[in-house]
C-alpha cells in the first residue's frame, strides 16, 4: 500500500519534520511569519492552484452540523468550511500550526475551535461529528490504518469523510521518482518528509473498506512547483488530466 522507497518513521520524527516545514509557507516567500500579507498572498495562492478544492467548497456549501478537521495546518481550508455553514474543530500534530491557525482564522473573522491533536489517536468520543475532513495529511502518520479507523470511530453513522492521498500512478510521482526528488518543497534535496505514503485508487479503497460506501477519483496533475508548465495550462485541460493522472486523490467515504 505504501511506496517501496517510504522509509520508516516514528510520529516524532514526522512532528519534528512539520515544526520545520509549516505547509503552505513556500507559497509567501519574503513575508513575516503571521503577518496579513502572509496569510492573504498564502491563501490566494493556495486556491489559485488547487482548483478542485475550490470546487469541493463549492458543493459544500449551505451545509450544517459538525466537522471535524484532521491536520488543518495553519487552518487555511478550516475558515473555508467554516464559511461553507459547519461548526469546525480542527486538530494538528504541531503547536506552531495551531497557533498560526488561531491567528488566521481571527483575521478572517470565523470562530473555530483548534487543538494540537494526533490522527492516530483522536481525543474525540465516539460518534462525535457529521463529517471529517483531511485533505493531504493522513499519508503522512506512521500508521494510517489506525488513523483512517480513528476517522470511522468518530463519525456518527451516515456521517461522511472528506480525504485526500497521494496518488502512486501520478504524472507528479513518476517525476519525483526518476528525477530522486523528495516530497513536500523541501529545503534541499536531502531534506525529505520521513513519512510519505502513496496509493493507487484500489489500495485507497481498501484502506476505508469498513465504510459503507467509497468514491475515489484522481485530481491536480501537478504541484506548485511544476507552475512554469501549468500557468498557462486553462482549468479544463487541467481536469482532464488530473482524472487521468492527477497527484491527489479525492475521497469520499460514508460510514
Not at 2 to 11: G, Q, Y
Not at 28 to 33: F, I, K, S, W
Not at 61 to 79: A, P, Q
Not at 177 to 185: A, K, N, V, Y
Request: net charge positive; hydrophobic share 40%.
Amino acid at each position: 500500500m505504501t511506496s517501496p522507497a517510504e522509509p520508516r518513521a516514528t510520529l516524532g520524527a514526522v512532528r519534528q519534520f512539520w515544526e520545520a516545514h509549516v505547509n503552505n509557507e513556500y507559497y509567501a516567500p519574503g513575508h513575516d511569519r503571521g503577518s496579513a500579507a502572509y496569510f492573504d498572498q498564502i491563501e490566494r495562492r493556495r486556491y489559485r492552484w488547487h482548483y478542485h478544492l475550490v470546487d469541493l467548497f463549492r458543493s459544500l456549501r449551505g451545509s450544517r452540523g459538525s466537522l471535524l478537521e484532521v491536520g488543518s495546518g495553519m487552518g487555511l481550508d478550516s475558515v473555508q468550511l467554516a464559511r461553507c455553514g459547519f461548526a469546525v474543530t480542527a486538530v494538528d500534530l504541531t503547536e506552531v500550526a495551531v497557533g498560526l491557525a488561531r491567528r488566521f482564522a481571527q483575521y478572517r473573522g470565523v470562530t473555530i475551535d483548534f487543538l494540537v491533536g494526533n490522527a492516530e489517536r483522536l481525543e474525540f468520543a465516539d460518534a462525535s461529528f457529521d463529517v471529517v475532513y483531511s485533505f493531504g495529511v493522513l499519508h503522512h502518520t506512521p500508521d494510517i490504518e489506525r488513523a483512517v479507523a480513528e476517522v470511522y470511530r468518530v463519525l456518527r453513522p451516515g456521517g461522511t469523510a472528506h480525504v485526500m492521498l497521494y496518488h502512486r500512478r501520478s504524472i507528479v510521482y513518476a517525476i519525483h521518482r526518476l528525477f530522486r526528488l523528495p516530497f513536500e518543497s523541501p529545503r534541499n534535496l536531502k531534506d525529505e518528509c520521513p513519512v510519505v505514503q502513496t496509493f493507487t485508487r484500489e489500495s485507497a479503497r481498501r484502506l476505508f473498506r469498513d465504510f459503507s460506501t467509497v468514491s475515489v477519483h484522481a485530481d491536480y496533475p501537478f504541484t506548485y512547483g511544476f507552475r512554469f508548465v501549468t500557468f498557462w495550462l486553462p482549468t479544463f485541460v487541467k481536469r482532464a488530466l488530473g482524472r487521468a493522472l492527477g497527484w491527489h486523490l479525492m475521497i469520499r467515504a460514508t460510514k
